[in-house]
T-cell receptor, first 112, second 113 residues
Framework: SQQGEEDPQALSIQEGENATMNCSYK?????LQWYRQNSGRGLVHLIL?????REKHSGRLRVTLDTSKKSSSLLITASRAADTASYFC????????????FGTGTKLQVIP | DAGVIQSPRHEVTEMGQEVTLRCKPI?????LFWYRQTMMRGLELLIY????????DSGMPEDRFSAKMPNASFSTLKIQPSEPRDSAVYFC???????????FGSGTRLTVV
């Protein structure tokens, strides 16, 4: 079953613009992670934010987490054509084994 | 480190045949996960192991699916007998700790005809 749902399902922007993707989830979590998947490839881990954190940065990536709203956002600043990929959020639950469940993904296209 | 290694990259088989997918996790990672990805159902967790022990196999769709991890450096996912609806990309991932960031392999694209 899917825990997270990304919004929008697809996003198309011009190179240099910022891209924002949102993720909503249903149950309490230990952490939330974002992954990128290029077509035909495996997923690549981008960033992990813990439930007691509100914001985290990594290069051009900025992730926010609002546990009261059960939502997270991923911002990619100054997008590049190479950022074209699908982006997934994944939630690590707060159970003993911290099961990680992936969302449905946002397909991002950055037009050169 | 070469990352998570999966084999084969592509597998085409006839319905009813046995299929075995293989995975070598990153050395030192103690958690291993098998996922299946399709357009219809997205990324589904099939089973995961911690220290070579299966923790949760509730995602395994049917008894036709089985997974083993005989040691820390090798895992298999077997489908017997295979059916066309098993066609998907199967990913293996490993992590240093449960709930941490995962490193994914490149996947095995399975086509059952």
């Amino acid at each position: 079953s899917q825990q997270g749902e990304e919004d929008p399902q697809a996003l198309s922007i011009q190179e240099g613009e910022n891209a924002t993707m949102n993720c909503s989830y249903k149950t309490s979590i230990n952490n939330l992670q974002w992954y990128r998947q290029n077509s035909g490839r495996g997923l690549v881990h981008l960033i992990l934010i813990r439930s007691n954190e509100r914001e985290k940065h990594s290069g051009r990536l900025r992730v926010t987490l609002d546990t009261s709203k059960k939502s997270s956002s991923l911002l990619i600043t100054a997008s590049r054509a190479a950022d074209t990929a699908s982006y997934f959020c994944a939630t690590g639950d707060s159970g003993g084994y911290q099961k990680v469940t992936f969302g449905t993904g946002t397909k991002l296209q950055v037009i050169p | 480190d070469a990352g998570v290694i999966q084999s084969p990259r592509h597998e085409v088989t006839e319905m009813g045949q046995e299929v075995t997918l293989r995975c070598k996790p990153i050395s030192g990672h103690n958690s291993l996960f098998w996922y299946r990805q399709t357009m219809m159902r997205g990324l589904e967790l099939l089973i995961y192991f911690n220290n070579n022990v299966p923790i949760d196999d509730s995602g395994m769709p049917e008894d036709r699916f089985s997974a083993k991890m005989p040691n820390a450096s090798f895992s298999t996912l077997k489908i017997q007998p295979s059916e066309p609806r098993d066609s998907a990309v199967y990913f293996c991932a490993s992590s240093l700790a449960l709930g941490g960031g995962y490193t994914f392999g490149s996947g095995t694209r399975l086509t059952v005809v």
